[in-house]
């Protein structure tokens, strides 16, 4: 099959002087970037790289990482991308439960890392001479091959690593490339973090389209003042990988919409929308917000909602599925909901993962038969529910975050975006707690100008809205929420802190 990276060879070929890379160290073009991908693959494939062969990728966020990525898929072979700030004992972790083969890897991430994988890193950095060798002994690419590895932690906090096919990661940036109206005029910032699979995302979608990627250190994005002087700067349109809780970070600032200014282009996911269209989120973009919805298992994205200027408060509208996927609303029975209907959901079609390395229970418990499908075709099983609306699919929530309060099945996703509609609220995260009695209540974690506000007005604010059952026992304020590497709000040290006091 012709894949991503052919095509972004192609732009070395017809535009080789075309700016690929805009890095700290300067630009690089779509001609070099070529030429550093086919020296690395000719190497790659001296050392044996291809189909099924897993090589982790330990180097800095740059041009480097983006070179490592497509020449591992260049030669054949699947790549697991690492993020080198996590603690080296989570990484071995990780190239273990992925099967990695082969590191490539700076010299210094090498000794600093000790990853346990045989034989020695194949090293990487800018090539030496003129003429990349080309390495004509690569085998084809098949549909079924296996592409990257991306690790999920779901509910049980176990890291699994998830099993990524080519057709499903190439049919997905294509689809991004032509449905976002990706192109040269395109200056992508990358934001999401190496190591999770919305950077893959992040990267390759612009290249494919022939745009501009701009790579900064995370460090910088994480300041607001850093992430808009990024932006202006570069003169960044696109943003592709931006949580909710990042966007809403940038809308409790003064300036914000300063920081958004020029942005045409953003694209959300990982979390609910609904909390910052809640709290007055939308204006601050002037061009297009897109919701996204989907599991790691699924090749990173499912379904996608255009967020229109004045957006739908009531629902955490997610939209409708992309190009080659299927989303199936079942009851217990796997039989269809009807309308309007609260029902798990369930996805099949190009991008359903092959299922997770080494582990064949958990697979046969997620990826389960279409009964509603051909022979052979395969759903997963995401454990979120939904409902179908006029705008497509409405999200419901987490079933294993769903909590009973006096009897009433509660998310405390509705609690937050009411809290977030409160003037003085910049941020609300509402998690679970048991009383000494084994009764369950709610504590609701939330930052801001708060300082003059007490709980009983709070809690008038919220019954406006809200019945009893909704009110969180407690408010425990933050000068800001914790967020994980990839950039959401880390419920679970939010939960483990509220339910010790």
Do not use: W
């Amino acid at each position: 099959m012709r894949t991503f990276v052919d095509e972004l060879l192609a732009h070395g070929r017809n535009t080789p002087g075309r700016v690929a890379l805009s890095t700290p160290e300067g630009d690089l073009g779509y001609g070099e970037l070529a030429h550093r991908i086919e020296a690395l693959t000719a190497r790659l494939v001296e050392r044996e790289a291809g189909p099924e062969r897993v090589c982790a990728i330990a180097v800095d966020r740059g041009a480097d990482a983006v070179v490592a990525m497509a020449a591992v898929l260049r030669a054949g072979a699947a790549f697991l991308t690492l993020d080198v700030e996590q603690p080296p004992a989570r990484l071995a972790a990780l190239v273990t439960s992925g099967g990695a083969e082969l590191l490539l890897t700076t010299q210094g991430s090498a000794e600093r890392l000790a990853l346990p994988i045989p034989g020695e890193p194949l090293l990487i950095g800018p090539p030496a001479g003129a003429a990349a060798p080309r390495a004509h002994d690569t085998l084809p690419v098949t549909p079924d091959a296996l592409a990257y590895v991306s690790h999920t932690s779901g509910t049980t906090g176990e890291p699994s690593a998830v099993l990524v096919e080519h057709r499903g990661l190439d049919s997905y940036l294509r689809f991004v490339a032509r449905d976002y109206g990706l192109g040269a005029d395109t200056v992508a910032l990358q934001v999401a973090p190496l190591g999770y699979d919305a950077s893959i995302r992040d990267t390759f979608a612009p290249l494919l389209a022939g745009g501009r990627l701009v790579l900064v250190p995370r460090s910088r994005l994480l300041r607001p003042e850093g992430f808009a002087a990024a932006v202006r700067e570069h003169g960044v349109n696109t943003l592709l990988s931006v949580t909710p809780s990042f966007l809403t970070h940038l809308a409790a600032q003064p300036n914000a919409a300063e920081l958004l200014a020029g942005i045409r282009l953003a694209v959300s996911s990982g979390e609910s929308l609904r909390p910052f269209l809640t709290a007055g989120g939308r204006p601050l973009i002037d061009g297009s917000l897109v919701n996204q919805y989907g599991p790691t298992e699924c090749t990173m994205t499912s379904t996608r909602h255009p967020v229109p200027t004045v957006p739908e408060l009531g629902a955490d509208v997610v939209g409708r599925p992309i190009d080659g996927v299927v989303v199936r609303l079942l009851d217990p029975d796997l039989a269809p909901v009807a309308d309007g209907e609260a029902g798990e959901v369930y996805i099949g079609g190009v991008g359903v993962a092959r299922g997770y390395r080494g582990r064949p229970a958990r697979t046969a418990e997620r990826f389960v038969p279409d009964p509603l499908g051909p022979p052979g075709a395969r759903l997963y099983r995401t454990g979120d529910l939904a409902a179908a609306g006029p705008d497509g699919l409405r999200y419901l929530g987490r079933i294993d975050r769903q909590v009973k309060i006096r009897g009433y099945r509660v998310d405390p996703a509705e609690v937050e975006s009411a809290l977030l509609t409160h003037q003085d609220v910049t941020g609300a995260v509402v998690t679970a707690a048991t009383d000494p009695q084994g009764r369950v209540y709610l504590v609701a974690h939330v930052t801001g100008d708060l300082e003059e506000v007490k709980d009983a007005a709070l809690r008038t604010h919220l019954g406006r809205t809200l019945p009893p059952y909704l009110m969180p026992r407690r408010f425990d304020r933050l000068a800001e929420l914790p967020t994980n590497r990839s950039g959401k709000a880390d419920r679970r040290a939010l939960a483990e802190a509220g339910g010790a006091r």
